[in-house]
């Protein structure tokens, strides 16, 4: 999750306070994990030095800034070219498992136990992220969809390397 | 090790139905090899497993449908595998209810007549079988398809049918082999969500086989059959 981004496509919309954003981020990005106060207004600081956004008049009222940032034009592209863009694949999610999985063959470990254990783990996410599903907004739906078609994609690797493993231990052992 | 945050297995002799070393083959093909697995009364049990592993069979021994070769099958403190056939179809007909990926509905029958035939079988009277026919279509989103021919129905109208039907006459197990296998995610998703639903409110305990880990997911505890066995986990590979 890019915060400045982020911000950035917030203040599309129109131009707010920190106060505003933060407020809308954490509904919406937070999920838990609530934006500092102090992280907002630095990262509206550097955009604003970098001339994504614009700081408007300070505003009479309490708190330490009442200014309503603007998105300037380099700042719509920016969030334009970020949207359009896909994000990177990530081909070597798996690299730890699948250190884990080999060292565990090489050193004549049980990784096939590893990997039931691993597979338990995710379940267990998958079976939080379900009753989330189950109960929560159309925004947590939508976060929890996320985070199982990704747990998913992870069991079928241990699912499909589970049944491998006779032979990629035979590669181990002989290499 | 850093492990799930799983519940633990029920322990023996607090489950409402267990399989206890079991054995089958069919022909020279051995599906179990010595499978025990117990399901706590309430519990939603997922069995999971590669093609061809024994889930299903482990789950039609459970159901009595399949007599083991050895090995014990226990239900609610009887054995179900030493019981002559007339008890266990009488069994399976009062206490057991059944949800298949396809092909358990009468086609030529319509939706209401499909979920009050267990009624029907077990002497429920006509008016009270379709009286609570009628009220599950309700409760399935389905009352207007009442009178629809099920082989008329989609598949996700089907299931649900097939799941009122499997539940009608409150059994107190509920064996479901891939329910949601012929279906698209979100309406599987929706299958199981009712199932879950319901199965938690009548405290009906659910033994489910499935090889998809979205739907496994729903239950309370997995299992791996592997080879003709279960794979269980200890508890100290579990950290709470």
Redesign the interface.
Known sequence: MSVPLTLLGLLEREPSHGYDLKRDYDAYFGRGKPLPFGQVYATLGRLARDGKVVPGEAEPGAGPDRKRYAITSAGMAEVESWLAEPAEAEPHLQTVLFSKVVLALMLGRPAERYLDVQRAAHLQRMRELTEIKRKGSMVDLLLADHGLFHLEADLRWIDVTTARLSALAEMVRAS | ??????PAAPRHGSFLIEARDVYRSFGQTPALVGASLGVASGEILAIMG?SGSGKSTLLHCLAGIFTPDRGEVWFDGRRLDALSETKRTELRRTAFGFVFQFGQLVPELSAADNIALPLLLNKVSRKAAYQRATGWLQQLGLAELGARRTGELSGGQAQRVALARALVAQPKVLFADEPTGSLDSLTGEKVM?LL?SIAREEGTTVVLVTHD??V????DR?V?VRDGKV?V?SEA??VR
């Open positions: 090790m850093r492990t799930a945050n799983l590669p969500d879950v880990a979205r496994a997911a729903y239950a997995e791996i794979t986990l590979e579990v």
